[in-house]
Nanobody, 126 residues
Framework: QVQLVESGGGLVQAGGSLRLSCAAS?????????LGWFRQAPGKERAIVGA????????YYADSVKGRFTISRDNAKDLVYLQMNRLKPEDTAVYYC??????????????????WGRGTQVTVSS
């Protein structure tokens, strides 16, 4: 079992940056989990933002954020990050951290994850 808590959201102007953090806790080793960041805007379905495998050696990004966002993890500290640069108003959403036990690869579908944080709001003003 793992519990996830996001932090770092807030209000930022277009072109600015934010770094989201997700802290994991529980008795299961953090390195046993593949991780992902998802986001959900009002009236829209939850969508993948980025994903990372157990070691951090393989990553995936949605086309809409590729080149602007970076996902990383620190297994020694039980943390996963989402660095968001050159933010746009269309990035406004609630951002969620998700974890999946086991697996060799990264995963890009919400249905592939079992554990979720409660989300953190990111608002980008124009």
């Amino acid at each position: 079992q793992v519990q996830l808590v996001e932090s770092g959201g807030g209000l930022v102007q277009a072109g600015g940056s934010l770094r989201l953090s997700c802290a994991a806790s529980g008795r299961t080793a953090f390195s046993s989990y593949a991780l992902g960041w998802f986001r959900q805007a009002p009236g829209k379905e939850r969508a993948i933002v980025g994903a990372i495998n157990w070691s951090g050696g393989e990553t995936y990004y949605a086309d809409s954020v590729k080149g602007r966002f970076t996902i990383s993890r620190d297994n020694a500290k039980d943390l996963v990050y989402l660095q968001m640069n050159r933010l746009k108003p269309e990035d406004t959403a609630v951002y969620y951290c998700a974890a999946r036990f086991g697996g060799t690869f990264y995963y890009t579908k919400g249905t592939e994850y079992k554990f979720w944080g409660r989300g953190t709001q990111v608002t980008v003003s124009s």
